[in-house]
């Protein structure tokens, strides 16, 4: 017993001695999403805090990942899709524990220029997940393509298009492939982050632009999110500091081209958009 003991010890040491006695936390981020956090995780090591990144290429994964304990947080949703997603899952107990950037969703198309002269019956790409399908269809609404049913709500959908003069042709793909499809279709509507992934410029190239400063757009502003029980956790936010120091930032605005608009808001009002949401 007392040499099992010993062995024991020994491991336990050996085991610390390769960790260097950081706390190890793992996040989990869109896998277009890195650069920022690729910095924050250079400078947690200066914390004694040994950050892991992991990347998810769907985004039906990382709050599942989170809840079943995979990771500790993620970054890769807005608002939105955090509140969509906790009322499709009722015993999800995840709320945002910081705020990120604000992505502005963008019209894109290889071929049209001008966004009042899209031919008719054209194809239009649009995000198949619940959230950022109802934005992006304000989207378009907003440049004049759609009208929408007048309750239209963030969980709104294709069906509730209420007139499609161009008798525009809708086809709805994960987030992430909004870019890749552009070639095969005349218009995609496509998240900030993924644009800048896959080469365009997000304050150029796209013909019709969300408007990032109207209050319409909160729901929508990104957030890095934990279990309830963790967020008073002081290694999270730390982390969250980090994300917000100078080099961070400077790594997020090369690697979005400048196309991504960092927030951080307070507690009060993260805890006030979020109650906003649910009691709709």
Not at 223 to 249: C, F, G, P, R
Request: hydrophobic share 40%; aromatic share 6%; net charge positive.
């Amino acid at each position: 017993m007392k040499r099992l003991l010993i062995l024991v010890l020994a491991a336990l040491f050996v085991l610390a001695a390769c960790s260097g006695g950081k706390e190890k936390v793992t996040i989990g981020v869109a896998s277009n999403d890195t650069k920022a956090w690729e910095k924050v995780k250079d400078l947690a090591k200066e914390e004694d805090i040994d950050l892991e990144i992991k990347q998810f290429s769907d985004y039906n994964v990382p709050n599942k990942a989170l809840s079943d304990g995979d990771i500790d947080m993620n970054a890769f949703q807005h608002f939105a899709f955090l509140s969509e997603y906790k009322k499709a899952h009722k015993d999800a107990d995840i709320s945002a524990l910081s705020t990120t950037v604000l992505a502005p969703l963008g019209i894109y198309s290889d071929d049209i220029k001008n966004i009042k002269k899209i031919k008719n019956g054209a194809k239009v790409i649009v995000p198949n997940d619940v959230s950022n399908q109802a934005r992006s269809l304000k989207l378009l609404e907003a440049a004049g393509l759609i009208k929408l049913n007048n309750d239209f709500d963030l969980s709104g959908s294709i069906k509730d298009i209420k007139e499609n003069p161009k008798k525009l042709k809708f086809k709805a793909v994960d987030a992430q492939q909004t870019a890749r499809a552009l070639s095969d279709v005349d218009l995609s509507v496509i998240n900030n982050g993924v644009a800048s992934k896959a080469g365009l410029d997000p304050k150029k190239d796209p013909i019709y632009t969300e408007n990032a400063k109207n209050d319409a757009v909160k729901p929508y502003i990104n957030v890095v999110a934990t279990k309830d029980s963790e967020k008073d956790n002081q290694t999270y936010k730390k982390i969250i500091k980090l994300y917000h120091s100078k080099e961070a930032q400077q790594a997020l605005k090369k690697d979005t081209k400048d196309g991504e608009y960092p927030i951080d808001l307070s507690t009060k009002k993260i805890e006030k958009i979020e109650s906003n949401l649910k009691s709709k």
